[in-house]
């Protein structure tokens, strides 16, 4: 099993996300393990960004997008947050 520690989905599951939002949107975006503070990179765009958006999915996993247009981030987080709940 492609499982990640800590009750976080498999990588297959961030994949297609992670390539349906790119292809519909052209941004990029990658998945984090959230610790109090830290966020840690589990998967998503190699070229990460150094302007991006944090959105918490649930308390242990969130997702970065690369700044776009406000609401194309909430949409995209919107989304993402019914997805993984």
């Not at 989905?9 to 292809?23: G, R, V």
């Not at 302007?51 to 609401?71: E, H, M, W």
Request: glycine share 6%.
């Amino acid at each position: 099993m492609n499982k990640i520690p800590g009750n976080i989905p498999d990588k297959e599951k961030f994949k297609k996300c992670i390539s349906f939002f790119s292809e519909k949107y052209g941004v990029e975006i990658f998945f984090c393990d959230i610790k109090g503070s830290r966020w840690s990179y589990i998967d998503g765009s190699k070229n990460l960004v150094s302007n991006y958006s944090k959105f918490i999915l649930r308390s242990n996993l969130g997702i970065c997008v690369q700044n776009t247009a406000p609401d194309i981030s909430c949409e995209i987080a919107s989304s993402l947050e019914q997805f993984f709940l």
